[in-house]
Structures are given as C-alpha cells and as structure tokens.
C-alpha cells in the first residue's frame, strides 16, 4: 500500500457574511421540522445549504464509490447514499456515502449519529471547497473517524483521520494507480484502487 503525503490546503473556520447579524442559525431539531420547498439542501454549522446538482461523473463516481465499499463490509457495517447523518446540534449533512453500524432497519425511525459512523464520502467537483473548508471541521467536530474527498478535479482520493477539535490531525492523498486503505474501527478491511472510483 503506498500513499503521497501532501499538504492539503484547508482554509481557517469560514467567516460569516457582512450581513451575519440578519442570520438565523438553526439546530437539527429546528431544521427537521421545516416544510422545505426545496429538498436538496442540508445543515452545515446550523446554516441550510443548498446541494450542488450532480453531473454524470459525479453520479458515475458516487455509484462506483458506494459499490466498491459495499463489496468490502464485514458483518455489522451498512451504507448508505446521500442521506442524512446527525453529526452534532448543529451539522446534519447529507454525505455521499456514509458507512455506518448495524444494518438498514436499525435506521427505520432515526438517523445515524456520529457514534454510530464508521466513514463518510464525498465526492467533490464544483463542490470541493465546501468539502473541504465547511464540511471538513464539522465532520472533525463530529469525531467522524475516517472522512474521504474523492477529488474529481485533482483526479486523486484524500483521506482525513485522526479527528480533533474542528480539524483532521493526518491527511494522506492516494492517486492513480494507487490502492485507498479501507479503514473501519480502526481496522484495514480492504482496499479500493482510486482509478475503480474516478471516472
């Protein structure tokens, strides 16, 4: 297994806008009780964000992703695929792909918490700076283990772990022709070569 170490460049906690003090910030309670007119949208540091449409590589990317890690669980781990993960009071994402605990029907009437992830997915474009400079801290935030960027601008799959207060202490970049280690409670459960996930 072989791994680049780069710097990755990540931007300080994003400063709000000039007009911060007309901002609501809503909590996960408050946000799950909205009537939306617009579903494709999550909450991120208690701000609704609007999701980015997908394109067919991104979808080809996350399909390819979600099918790879799927063939790879041990018994007591599932996936899940753009659907929502309660992070903190704050932070209910919507990652790409998420492996959690249990199984499917452990879900039937609420959310995954952080406890109860194993790794979170997101397959970035247009949406590379948000994954890395807004989502990234809240998924640290949240204790989420193992979070990966598969970077479909760099062509290349970083993977963060170790998290600590609002950042990821180890950040490793895999490129083409390289094996991602697959990691779960700390344990190596296979492998995906990057080339199988980038379109």
Do not use: C
Request: hydrophobic fraction near 35%; aromatic fraction near 8%.
């Amino acid at each position: 297994m072989s791994s680049a170490s780069t710097t990755i460049p990540i931007a300080p906690a994003h400063s709000l806008p000039s007009s911060a003090t007309r901002l609501y910030r809503f909590n996960v309670d408050e946000y799950e009780r909205m009537v939306l007119d617009n579903p494709r949208v999550e909450l991120i540091d208690g701000y609704v964000v609007t999701k980015v449409p997908k394109n067919p590589a991104h979808s080809w990317s996350t399909k390819a992703l979600n099918k790879g890690l799927d063939r790879l669980l041990p018994p007591g781990w599932t996936s899940r695929q753009e659907q929502p993960v309660r992070l903190s009071d704050f932070d209910e994402p919507e990652p790409d792909v998420t492996i959690v605990r249990g199984v499917d029907d452990d879900y039937r009437h609420r959310h995954p918490l952080a406890a109860d992830v194993g790794l979170l997915a997101e397959v970035s474009e247009s949406t590379l700076d948000r994954d890395r400079n807004e989502k990234l801290p809240a998924f640290a935030r949240g204790g989420i283990a193992v979070y990966w960027i598969v970077n479909l601008v760099d062509r290349q799959v970083e993977v963060y772990s170790s998290p600590g207060p609002g950042l990821y202490r180890s950040a490793q970049v895999f490129r083409s022709g390289q094996q991602v280690p697959v990691i779960l409670d700390g344990r190596l459960i296979g492998q995906i070569g990057v080339d199988d996930v980038l379109p």
